[in-house]
């Protein structure tokens, strides 16, 4: 074969490079057309390709996710001899085994292209179908969620993650919720079957260049976008991953010459105006962290701390949740996924950063109640909706361990004395009548009671709300590798500093009241979490070193290898949390309507058990509110005989 070489000035011989379509000059290797196209007919000799080097066929390329035959391509020239025409007829309508797979395959490829991603992604959908097909029926599941679930899947395994919002537009009718369970589905089977696909939690850096493009954002601006991102991985935001990419990119075009309308960064972004707000919000106080100070300086920092281009919030609200800590943010939920009202949480500080929530240990206790009291009622109540709400979010296709923190490790409480032996095993019988599993093992916020003064001066009433705020030191030992944990463990002795005690006199003096008892959890992130300290000392919430030394050393009397290691090493690695328990003399929550104040209902003073009762508190208010039949009887956390003079 010949062809004129520009390079060399004359006619040479040219080979074609069939695998890359390349035309080329023999003589000095100058490409001289790119990708060609042979657009002549393909013969096929309809021979066996399995046994026959012969490369002349015809037909699309072979797909080795569907049988041998290449999707049932089969032409029937003639009736066989020797078969009766019933037999010839069966024969006939025998389905092709390919049929739904093909169908599948199309199906995927149709959503692929209304996204508009890469066929990578396509092929690794049929993939992923295929493999779950292979295993397990999917008979009675909705094939269009089934489909774009495993369209999800692949995007994240590429790394191109898409979001619920975006797959389910494509999803020709399928719900998010669908989606998500047969995400969860399709996880479960591939590891089952050994072939689990990593694909680790979505995070706003995903999406960030496919948002900024949609608004035509400039280079510049899409790299300061992208810096935020990545710097807001190393702060306390408690946003969903696409409100806070959003968010970053709203306040990145606010200081740039191309700036955005709010609404025009909704639509790009598929996320409400509302959430965007409010997601400003909470990461202003750390602008100066998240964007990079190459794109902007401090002065032009200080233009975003109003927001005054964004619109001003309503200020009125069917519902008023005065507190952002976990009770005030549960009794929200309840409220928002229950009801149609409009609900405002109104703190001091961002949610969950400052208070008892977010200096606690994030641990759901239920062996330090006792059977047959209104707490541990309460308390039951509220595991079962933390256990619902967990099953919930694994159903929705995401992990409860990401998104919630959760994990069931059961608890273990450590007696040293015989008096404390004695005191375990009598526990073991009274939580094992109660139904929950209990063995015993041998040696192998918002301050309810100043705001309320302010909010029943105009009645005739005067109501005492005694929760007292006890102070509490918890030392957090990063990535600490040293000691396993398999189970939350506390001494026996930590319930006994639950509820102080009065003196002989009958008064409780409590500036002698400072305990120490050993708390032992490893957290999600594989964080050594030690408490816990308990004191009286008014609003004050200042780091007591003396008691973090005392936490440590406690906690070296039950776990032995920690004594070979000092404090003073583990400087780098060490985070102390400190916090306000909301504590009430008779160790129970007032959950209950302010009696002679309309339409003010208050909950507090669940101290150290926060985590546990909130959801269960969650829906005693809601019901309260609506006048709904209870699962826990009101009356022993209502103000009577408690706080009303």
């Known amino acids: 074969m010949e062809d004129y ?9 040219v080979v074609l490079d069939h695998s890359s379509g390349d035309t080329i000059c023999c003589e000095c290797g100058l490409v001289l057309e ?18 026959n080097s012969d490369p002349n066929r015809v037909g699309g390329p072979v797909n080795p996710l569907l049988a041998e035959n290449g999707g049932g391509l089969v032409t029937l020239i003639s009736k066989p001899s020797g078969v009766t025409s019933l037999g010839w007829n069966n024969v006939g309508s025998n389905k092709d085994p390919d049929s739904s797979l093909i169908q599948a395959f199309k199906s995927i490829a149709e959503m692929c292209d209304r996204l508009d991603l890469v066929a990578t992604i396509k092929d690794l959908a049929n993939e992923i179908y295929k493999k779950v097909a292979d295993h397990k029926s999917t008979r009675g599941r909705n094939r269009d969620a089934f489909l774009a679930a495993c369209l999800f899947v692949a995007c994240k395994q590429e790394h191109k993650a898409r979001t619920l919002k975006e797959i389910h537009s494509i999803a020709n009718g399928a719900t998010i919720k669908e989606i998500g369970r047969n995400t969860f589905f399709i996880e479960k089977q591939l590891k089952e079957i ?33 810096e935020a991102v990545q710097n807001s991985k190393e702060l306390d935001i408690r946003r969903n991953p696409t409100s806070v990419a959003a968010a970053v990119i709203y306040m990145i075009t606010q200081l740039s010459d191309n700036r955005q309308f709010l609404k025009d960064v ?11 707000r409010k997601s400003c919000q909470d990461l202003y106080p750390y602008a100066s962290r998240l964007i990079p100070n190459w794109y902007a300086k401090d002065e032009d920092l200080k233009n975003l701390g109003t927001l005054s281009s964004l619109p001003s919030l309503a200020l009125e609200f069917d519902v008023v949740i005065v507190g952002a800590g976990i009770i005030g943010l549960t009794i929200a939920r309840q409220f928002l996924k229950e009801s149609k009202l409009s609900v405002a949480v109104v703190d001091a500080s961002v949610p969950c950063a400052s208070g008892a929530t977010g200096a606690g240990q994030g641990y759901i206790w239920m062996a330090g109640k006792t059977p047959g009291t209104e707490l541990w009622e309460l308390g039951m109540r509220s595991k079962q909706l933390w256990e619902n709400l967990a099953k919930g979010i694994e159903e929705q296709g995401f992990s409860p361990l990401q998104e919630l923190g959760w994990k069931k490790t059961g608890s273990l409480m450590i007696g040293r004395s015989l008096e404390e032996l004695s005191m375990l095993k009598d526990r073991v019988e009274l939580l094992s009548e109660a139904g929950l599993r209990a063995e015993f093992l041998s040696r192998t916020g918002s301050w309810s009671g100043s705001l309320m003064k302010n909010v029943v001066e105009k009645f005739d009433i005067v109501l005492d709300v005694p929760v007292k705020p006890r102070k509490g030191h918890l030392l957090v030992i990063e990535n600490f590798n040293s000691i396993r944990l398999n189970h939350g463990l506390m001494e026996v002795g930590y319930m006994d500093h639950q509820v102080v005690a009065p003196s002989d006199s009958g008064v409780v003096d409590y500036s002698h009241t400072m305990s120490i008892s050993m708390t032992a959890t490893l957290d999600g992130a594989g964080n050594l979490v030690l408490g816990s300290s308990r004191q009286f000392v008014g609003f004050n919430k200042d780091l007591d070193e003396s008691i973090v030394d005392r936490i440590w050393k406690r906690a070296g009397e039950f776990i032995p290898s920690l004594r070979d290691v000092g404090l ?7 985070k102390v949390r400190v916090g306000l328990r909301p504590y ?8 209950s309507p302010v009696p002679g104040v309309p339409k003010v209902l208050v909950a507090a003073g669940h101290e150290g058990a926060g985590l546990t009762l909130a959801l269960g508190t969650a829906e005693m208010v809601f019901n309260m509110l609506f006048g709904n039949p209870s699962e826990i009887n009101y009356v022993p956390f209502s103000f009577h005989g408690r706080c009303c003079k």
């Open 34 to 51: 790119a990708r060609y196209i042979d657009e002549t007919s393909e013969w096929r000799t309809f021979e066996n390709d399995t046994n």
């Open 584 to 591: 009430m003399p008779d160790g129970k929550p007032i959950i």
């Open 266 to 276: 909704a639509t790009a972004t598929a996320v409400a105006e509302s959430t965007i």
């Open 568 to 574: 003073e090493e583990l400087s780098k690695s060490r």
């Open 5 to 13: 070489c520009s390079d060399c000035k004359k006619t040479t011989v």
């Open 194 to 226: 050994g072939e689990s696909m990593e694909t680790g939690a979505t995070d706003a850096g995903d999406f960030m260049r496919r948002f900024c493009s949609r608004l035509g954002m400039n280079h510049q601006a899409i790299k300061a976008a992208q």
